[in-house]
């Protein structure tokens, strides 16, 4: 049971550096980085600097992913 927890928690991190290197790569903001900007001048100015693009690869795009490997996880482990 521990093992399947470990492997479900190592593909969501796997998946989440290869999206979060892919978002910086596009030119999108992640969370790390939109929590950087927030503590350097705030939360509404924050939100106020990013694209339409980066908004949404954050609260849709990006939970969708992660949620996504996490089931497929789940599914390939179910099957082993």
Known sequence: MIYK???SGLSILIFAV???YLAIQLGLMTWYGFF???GRIGFS???KNQSI???IFM???Y???LGFSGYL???VLRLV
């Open 5 to 7: 927890i470990f492997i």
């Open 63 to 65: 939970p969708l992913v």
């Open 18 to 20: 290869v999206v979060n």
């Open 45 to 47: 100015e924050a939100l």
């Open 59 to 61: 609260i849709f795009i």
């Open 53 to 55: 693009y980066s908004i």
């Open 36 to 38: 950087e900007e927030v």
């Open 73 to 75: 996880s789940f599914y």
